[in-house]
């Protein structure tokens, strides 16, 4: 059985996508681009189709994965080209390598995320960013479905800046990263570096710790997108590729259709 791992992203208004509604989408494309999946055993077979810590609905991602099973072999860029095609524009697979290393998820260390504060100066950013960092815990509360959890944002976060702050012209465009809404007001964008913990910290709780330290309250919703997910480097603060590995493993010279692959278990 022959496997990929696969980048895709949700752009746009396909932000709003729930992670379900993202699985039907593709489940639909593997049919369409006619895919020889590997299937389950038992009763119920299902396509061997493994996803790694999705984003929330509602958050942009530049770096959402998943892992599939093949019962053929397919060159990994023919492949991801018949499937992005076969997807809606927002939904886009970007890369596309074959599995030879193990232990994906544990790659997975941390996110990047970008927040754009819409009616927020660099300076009213700037401020709370440094009453956030300056403190060793931040506790803040999330609604679960067992009710109210209280749990700490600030010790998730590996990194904390403010990038250039921004005043949108007021137009509405069309086409690739387009906002949908246009304010005309002040920006402020964050950069956002959060390891993965338990529990799972996310740019919302960081900006509950930012209204908790510093009154920092957004006079509308925060538009979130994930950059990167992958190994964090803690001396600089950045989100490595998690790919790298499976390519640098990877044979020098073309193999053919067929030819056994030696590829570690996941």
């Keep these: 059985m022959q496997r990929i791992r696969l980048r895709y992203t949700k752009r746009g208004r396909l932000r709003f996508t729930s992670h379900r509604d993202f699985q039907r989408a593709f489940e639909r494309a593997l049919r369409r681009s006619a895919v020889p999946m590997a299937y389950s055993a038992g009763f119920t077979p299902h396509p061997k189709v493994s996803y790694a810590n999705a984003a929330p609905t509602g958050v942009a991602s530049e770096a959402e994965y998943l892992e599939i099973g093949l019962a053929a072999f397919r060159d990994p860029e023919e492949l991801r080209a018949q499937l992005d095609e076969s997807l809606p524009n927002g939904l886009d697979i970007i890369d596309a390598v074959e599995v030879r290393t193990p232990n994906f998820v544990e790659r997975l260390e941390a996110s990047e995320w970008q927040v754009r504060l819409d009616g927020v100066t660099g300076q009213e950013a700037a401020r709370a960013a440094a009453a956030f960092l300056a403190e060793e815990r931040v506790e803040v509360e999330r609604l679960t479905k067992n009710g109210v959890r209280v749990f700490d944002a600030r010790g998730a976060v590996a990194a904390l800046e403010i990038l250039s702050p921004q005043v949108d012209s007021g137009a509405d465009t069309e086409g690739e990263g387009a906002r949908d809404v246009r304010t005309g007001r002040a920006c402020a964008i964050l950069r956002l570096v959060v390891r993965h913990a338990t529990p799972a910290v996310r740019p919302d ?36 590729d998690p790919l790298a590995l499976d390519r640098a493993a990877a044979p020098a010279g073309p193999v053919a259709a067929g030819e056994p692959r030696a590829t570690a278990s996941a």
């Design 205 to 240: 709780d960081v900006l509950s710790g930012l209204r908790a330290t510093a009154d920092l309250a957004p006079p509308v919703p925060a538009e979130v997108t994930r950059l990167a997910q992958g190994p964090l480097d803690e001396e600089t603060g950045t989100v490595t």
